[in-house]
Nanobody, 122 residues
Framework: QVQLVESGGGLVQAGGSLRLSCSAS????????VGWFRQAPGKEREFVAA????????IYADSAKGRFTISRDNAKNTVYLQMSSLKPEDTAVYYC???????????????WGQGTQVTVSS
């Protein structure tokens, strides 16, 4: 069992930055791959970025490449999503998710956080 809590969301102007955190408790978090997803009002949840547990390999959605960076600190049981050059279309609730064996870009993770709101004003 893994419990996930996101934090770091908020209101930021276009071009600004935010760092989201996903803090985990429970099982051995270092053995879980972690993904970030987001869901805007009226839209489906979409993949943003993911990081593997073994070699910390990363993968990004095209919309995130070059602007977002996912990283993990296993000693702190935390995964981060550093977001820069934010755009109004990045406005959404951001969720982190964890699983030991999942295709990282799909929403088939076993464990999810409650989400944190990110709002980017123009």
């Amino acid at each position: 069992q893994v419990q996930l809590v996101e934090s770091g969301g908020g209101l930021v102007q276009a071009g600004g930055s935010l760092r989201l955190s996903c803090s985990a408790s429970g099982s051995t978090f270092s053995m879980y791959g972690v993904g970030w997803f987001r869901q805007a009002p009226g839209k489906e949840r979409e993949f943003v970025a993911a990081i593997s547990w073994r070699r910390a390999n990363t993968i990004y959605a095209d919309s995130a490449k070059g602007r977002f960076t996912i990283s993990r600190d296993n000693a702190k049981n935390t995964v981060y999503l550093q977001m820069s050059s934010l755009k109004p279309e990045d406005t959404a609730v951001y969720y982190c998710a964890a699983d030991r064996n999942v295709v990282p870009t799909t929403p088939n993770y076993d464990y999810w956080g409650q989400g944190t709101q990110v709002t980017v004003s123009s």
